[in-house]
């Protein structure tokens, strides 16, 4: 199941056309246009998909490079071939990118290919991941006058992922933990992360540890058989302690009982232990239960001076500086005096809210999953604060009630999943008439898309703030700040 990609066999043909004068796309011509899987190719790489791929083509195919960057020449496998579109890894760089670094954190990038930007100089990626928004922008021609603020950044660019969802395969005596190999079901052993916090792999390998010695069974997707299919870590930084989520096929608890004692045992980190059972064939990681084996269910995560519990399915930001920088430029756009009434449309656990009511005379938040609103509520008397509320249920049916209740909203926070925000969310917003909007986004394509609807709606987007809440990848978060005008203008 673990792979090491390395050079893949080369016919005396082929060999031949590396020796050529100008070899780049050389293979391919020599075996007669015709690109299959194994096929070796030399390209230079043009630039970057969203996905992290180098782009270059082939005399029939468009290439996708895992592992390449814009400027290099690379010598490249191929490992799948559809009608038009091919997909390769690199097998040895033949002419570095002046954008690739010569000491990247990580010596198995081009193997894991999870983190797509690690072998690029930051200030590089820096600008690509703003160059990427105008990008999105560029598409809509309403919105050629928005100002991008240069990308803020972290201080740390690496180990700052507090939480990691990761695949347990392979038998109890060698067991992999670690990440999907992309558009395959090869799992990648990841030994000491340099994205993950320091105690997430220290965990990591504890689990590993504690698998073999205790025999637990590894849960096989193809026979259905065994038990250990997914392995959850969070870790407060805050706090220095650490929460370890086991999911299994089914309940047997005697196997998790005394796995889970093990890693306590060598970690004293580990606080909160929890089985939680999934017997679903889709891929969805964690099923709707939770089974604690510790007291303590929970860990407490502080950004700035808001303090958050953090169970096992709460949606929580994985970069807690990362969290911070986007609350605190929320905070100074919202412009609060005191005296204002905030809607924070899918408000997960409340930060963002909380982080907004020492400054409001009121804060609703509205949220569709139930348990992150129980956990919101929980957070708000944590911290003592008793003008900021939470209610569970569909956006835009909320937003309809709240409009026939007369409610009035000075400022309303935007911040939704990936996909952005429905049409009908959009324009309910607009008809409640606040002066401000602030959307938080992790997607500059539906970011783009959905500034272009408001402002068919009476809001402009002056500017927006890039956050670089994932260095090394391609994510990007971006905060923009929304003001009404008059639509007849």
């Not at 990691?164 to 990440?179: C, M, Q, T």
Request: with cysteine; net charge positive; aromatic share 6%.
């Amino acid at each position: 199941m673990k792979k090491d990609y390395k050079d893949t066999e080369i016919t005396k043909k082929q060999r031949e056309s590396l020796r050529t004068k100008n070899p780049i796309n050389s293979i391919v011509q020599h075996a007669e246009d015709k690109l299959s899987r194994r096929s070796i190719v030399e390209v230079e790489i043009s630039g970057l998909d969203e996905e992290g791929y180098g782009i270059s083509c082939s005399e029939t195919h468009a290439l996708r490079i895992g592992g390449a960057l814009p400027g290099d020449t690379v010598r490249a496998g191929i490992d799948h071939v559809a009608l038009r579109m091919a997909f390769g890894h690199v097998l040895r760089i033949l002419k570095p990118s002046p954008m690739r670094s010569k000491r990247p954190p990580c010596r198995v990038s081009s193997q894991c290919l999870g983190c797509p930007l690690i072998v690029m100089k930051y200030g590089d990626q820096s600008e690509f991941k703003r160059q990427f928004i105008l990008k999105q922008l560029r598409e809509y021609r309403d919105l050629g006058e928005i100002t991008v603020h240069p990308l803020l950044s972290p201080l740390r660019l690496i180990h700052y992922r507090t939480t990691a969802r990761l695949v347990i395969a392979g038998k109890h005596s060698e067991p992999y933990i670690g990440i999907f190999r992309r558009s395959s079901h090869d799992v990648f052993d990841l030994n000491d992360c340099p994205i993950h916090h320091p105690l997430v792999n220290r965990v990591i390998e504890v689990v590993r540890r504690g698998i073999a010695k205790m025999k637990v069974p590894v849960f096989n997707p193809r026979s259905k058989m065994g038990l250990l299919r997914y392995l959850v870590v969070r870790v407060s930084e805050s706090e220095q302690k650490a929460m370890v989520v086991f999911v299994t096929s089914e309940r047997s608890y005697n196997e998790i009982h005394h796995l889970g004692k093990f890693v306590r045992e060598q970690l004293p980190e580990v606080e909160v232990v929890a089985q939680n059972v999934n017997s679903s064939e889709g891929n969805v990681i964690m099923g709707p239960v939770d089974h604690f084996l510790t007291t303590k269910h929970h860990l407490t995560e502080r950004i700035g001076d808001i303090a958050l519990m953090i169970s096992p399915r709460s949606f929580f930001q994985v970069n807690r500086e990362g969290a911070c920088l986007i609350y605190n430029k929320v905070k100074e756009w919202a412009q609060l005096t005191g005296h204002e009434t905030v809607l924070d449309l899918y408000c997960g656990i409340g930060g963002i809210a909380l982080s907004l009511a020492s400054v409001a005379k009121k804060v609703i938040g509205v949220e569709v999953v139930e348990a992150a609103v129980a956990d919101a509520g929980k957070n708000a008397r944590l911290n003592g604060i008793n003008n900021c509320t939470f209610e569970a249920g569909d956006a835009a049916e909320l937003l309809e009630d709240l409009a026939s209740d007369g409610e009035h909203f000075d400022m309303v926070v935007l911040n939704p999943p990936r996909k952005g925000c429905d049409e009908l969310v959009l324009r309910r917003v607009a008809a409640l008439s606040p002066r401000t909007l602030i959307y938080v986004s992790c997607s500059p394509h539906s970011l783009a898309r959905d500034l272009n609807m408001l402002k068919t709606l009476g809001y402009c987007c002056p500017e927006m703030q890039p956050v670089d809440m994932f260095p090394q990848t391609m994510h990007v978060e971006t905060v923009a700040r929304l003001e009404k005008t008059d639509k007849s203008s």
